[in-house]
């Protein structure tokens, strides 16, 4: 894997000039993620006594068999979820692999949108995003092995951080977010 990254950064070196990666970038195209580090990312917001009884039903959920979730035509779209600070975003996400991608995800009150586009200039799936009460920042997303699920993060430019989850195999459904106190 680390051969892999080594190459990968080398060769956007020579084909993109230097390149420079924001903090906690991810890397790469794609990870093993496990129910675990979903589980993870989807409760860490929680206080200590939810966290426990949020990450066991993550796991037994990612235990119990399900039918394949993804109505047809979304094999490139589904729910997203981002646990900024101690809030919790729900939305959806939208792609064209590899060329380009967009979320938008809202706790009720705030909203933020994200996207990045290959043919426009980007050198990195690295998404712009925008909130409605004026932050901005970045989401590094990195899809799990199956190509249809992931984790990621997003750093505003006010210091806020959070973690993200995608598709239908972490989620299910994006409404109702099963993961909340």
């Known amino acids: 894997m680390f051969r892999f990254v080594a190459i990968v950064a080398g060769l956007s070196s020579l084909l993109g000039g230097c390149v420079l990666l924001p ?8 990870t093993t993620v496990s ?3 979903y589980g993870q ?3 860490r917001h929680l206080d200590l006594d939810d966290y426990a009884g949020c990450l066991s039903e993550v796991l037994e959920y990612f235990e119990t068999p399900h039918p394949d979730r993804i109505p047809p035509g979304h094999s490139t779209s ?16 939208d792609s064209m692999p590899p060329f380009s991608a967009s979320f938008r995800v809202s706790n009720g009150v705030n909203s933020c949108s994200a996207s990045y586009n290959a043919g426009a200039g980007s050198q990195d799936a690295l998404f712009d995003v925008y909130c409605n009460d004026g932050r901005s920042g970045w989401a590094d997303l990195i899809l799990a092995m199956d190509g249809r699920n992931g984790i990621g993060r997003l ?27």
């Open 23 to 30: 903090p906690n970038h991810q890397g790469g195209i794609a």
């Open 35 to 37: 129910p675990e580090e």
């Open 41 to 43: 990312r989807l409760c």
């Open 78 to 93: 589904g729910p997203i979820a981002v646990m900024l600070e101690d809030e919790v975003y729900r939305g959806h996400y």
């Open 155 to 181: 750093a505003l430019d006010d210091g806020s951080q959070g973690d993200v989850v995608f598709g239908y195999l972490p989620l299910g459904q994006a409404e109702p977010y099963p993961y909340r106190p």
